[in-house]
């Protein structure tokens, strides 16, 4: 009766054991995100507005230059939060740039080191939020293309 008993705790001890570990060390839940703004960026006026929602549609701000940026809003991923700015000059977008992504662990910036310049240029060539999603990298690519959209759509374009 001891052997059956001690067997069977030492069971349940062990499925409790597997059930509750994590597998992945990029899982959801308090990650940190980073806000990044490139030096090389021409328009760092903001106008102050907040985007800390999936629902607003963007904000904007202008340069002497005759261009305009554009803040999509924050889209509201697995891994974190994502949010891009674009820069709109004669009608057409001239830069965009993520301005906050997922960076809670290596793999995230990993990701985000491969994925984030071909979204970019894809967003270039294209000129709308109709591109493709980055292999590898389909979630963070989502929420670029909800957080363009919002900016274009701020922007009134297409």
């Known amino acids: 009766m001891r052997r059956i ?39 760092n006026n903001d106008s102050g507005g907040s985007t800390a929602g999936s629902t607003q549609t963007g904000t904007s701000t ?9 803040e999509g809003s924050v889209a509201q991923t697995r891994w ?5 700015r674009i820069t709109v000059a004669n009608g057409k977008i001239t830069d965009v740039e993520a301005i906050e992504y997922p960076t809670e662990n290596h793999r995230d910036q990993e990701i985000n080191q491969y994925a984030l310049p071909i979204l ?5 060539s294209k000129q709308s939020a109709q591109i493709d999603t980055v292999s590898g990298a389909t979630v963070t690519s989502e929420g670029y293309i909800e957080s363009l959209q919002a900016a274009l759509d701020s922007a009134h374009l297409s």
């Open 120 to 124: 970019h240029d894809s967003v270039i």
């Open 62 to 70: 202008g340069n002497s230059t005759g261009s305009k940026t554009y």
């Open 5 to 43: 008993t001690l067997w069977l705790l030492s069971t349940v001890a062990i499925t409790v054991l597997l059930f509750s570990y994590r597998t992945s060390t990029m899982g959801s839940g308090g990650g940190d995100t980073v806000a990044v703004t490139p030096a090389n960026n021409k328009s």
């Open 80 to 84: 974190g939060p994502v949010q891009v």
